[in-house]
């Protein structure tokens, strides 16, 4: 934007706000390399007497390992199956011209709108019936299914913009449908594929409400269960929470770093639910 | 697979099949169970037992349930308040995050880290930070007095409404980024030769045009806050008493603590029926069923 005076109020508001959004981050770092005593003691806001790690190990020696273990399962298997089902989805939503998809396309419309709270209760019925309670497919199935709607538009929207002389270019060769889509489709709606990876990958991993209701050991804990149990059952102990929830966002956090731009348009895909 | 009906210039389009394994995985983990919870509001049960119908004993029981018009009324207030409060904020730090000065992308990066965190870790985080005895009020006693913010309604819902502030704004002002990003330079470069300056660029031209990102995020935002779950139930516990029990953390309480399921199914598909009613009218507004481009809408 070409603007020659530096902007005062702007800058003035985005001070305040950057005071609002890194006071729980110090608050929040800062807990998680001092001891117990010393949180309890110094308060939130002073530097630490004494730097240690401690908090983070005991962590990884409470079983927050095999936390973070399942929920990688979960994460990888979500988008393994989004990335099953969504594309071919996406290439018959923009290119069939059958009655029937247009319905499906409409489905998905629609379930932009469920709300997973709204689910919990048959959710808990028909997993349970399924005998597939406290086993991490059943948290697995439900995720993945609540992903597809916003990829589903994420990747339409991607694939909408191919132009149609590819399409007919590659028919005059006689190519299949299977031969478009692997030679054409998939290859040019890269980036909605990596914005829709990004989207189920955060929506599994920052998950929470599926796994509350539908596991309850210790073997299928997910991340943010545990943050959860950890503060109902030890919430005195705050440095050890707070390294958990550390912890549990670092592997968002290095794909921040590294992917920023596939986690932004992930994020914002319709703007995460 | 099967073969693809040809059409127009010889173009060969996929069939339904290529629809099919998605339509069928999300039918039976979405669809199944939005039809499910209908039935199920009109039984008993336990969740050990099979649920038996009931009529509509769940139903007459809601309407004359206190807590029920409570969590309605508090469920409203908290989105509104997650509306008005996060739109202005959303707008102005989405649009100064547009501008590409390097400053701005520094500390953009830093604005955004409220998005990697889980709901569960925000509310995990501002309770530690809000803790009376050893969080931040302790240590700011002119600014918070005794500290025990969650100990009354107003000082619960403001804490709530704050912290759905913090939580969700970054992800609106992308939206917003977005979209402020979209608009063309010419109808700055028309306005700055006409001479108006930056403020009143940002009401005649930059508002105007965030027209229908705001549609996108209000709707969002709605959604969001009538589906409130995790922040009260990390935070406030639904109290003090019933005073933050919003509607979607009555229905969990209902259904998984007091299990009584076919209450707590009553209670979700009063949920459904105002999320749908929001979206089909956002669906109609904004036009997502006839939308063409990856960014158009946002």
Redo the contacts between chains.
Sequence with gaps: ???Q?P?VL?GL??LI??L??????Y??LL?TVRTRAD??TE???SLPAQWTLQNYLTDLSNGFGQDFLNTLAVTASVVA?VL???P??A???V????R??GW???????????????????????ISKAGLYDHLIGVI??T???C??VC???LT??M??ISPEL??AM??DG????R??RQLVLPLSK??LSSVVVFAALQA?????FPL?LTQSDSTKV???G??E??TEH?VD?PG??SA?VL??LP??FV?LFA?RAL?QG??G???? | ?TA??K?G????????V??A???V??????????L??AV?SFTH?D?ITE?RFNGLDNWTALIDDPVMIQSIGTTLLLTVLGVVLQTP?SI??GV?A???QRN?AV?S?????????????VS??????L?PN???P??LTWLFGDGNLLGSRGGAIAVLAFVGV?QFT???A??YQ?GARAIP?VL??AA?IDGAG?VRQFFHITLPQLRNTAI??SV?MV??G??T??TV??LTQGGPGTDTTVS?FY??QK??KSFD?GG??AI??V??AV??L???AV?RFTG??R??????G?
Aim: charged share 5%.
């Design positions: 934007m070409p603007r005076r902007n702007a508001g985005s706000w950057l609002l959004v890194g006071l729980p981050l608050v929040l807990a949180y309890s308060g939130p806001l199956i099953l089902v969504v071919p989805l290439y018959a939503i290119r069939a011209r059958g029937a998809t499906v396309f409409r489905m998905f419309l629609l379930g932009l709108a469920i709300p997973a709270q709204a689910v919990i209760v048959p959710m808990f019925y028909l199935l439900p993945a299914a609540f597809l709607p589903t538009l994420v929207g991607a909408r913009d399409y007919e028919a005059m190519a299949s449908p299977a478009v889509f980036g909605g991993w920052n998950g929470f409400l209701i991340v943010t269960l943050l959860y950890f503060q919430g705050v929470l707070l929830v549990s966002t968002v956090f921040y920023r932004v994020l914002t319709v703007g995460g639910k | 697979m693809a009906p059409s210039a010889g173009v060969t389009r996929p069939g339904f290529w629809a394994p998605a339509a995985f999300f039918t039976l983990f979405a669809i199944v169970p939005l499910l919870v199920l049960w969740g649920p904020i102005l730090l100064w547009a501008g590409h701005r500390l990066a830093i604005y955004f880290v409220p998005l990697l965190l889980s709901a569960t870790a995990v985080v501002w309770r530690a930070v803790d050893f969080g931040v302790s240590q913090w970054p992800l609106h992308l939206i977005g330079q700055y470069q700055a930056t996108t995020s969002l959604v969001g009538l589906t779950f995790d139930l990390i979607a229905m969990y259904a998984f399921f707590g199914s979700a598909l949920l459904v999320a749908t929001i979206s089909l669906v997502y069923d939308m063409h481009g990856t960014t158009e946002l």
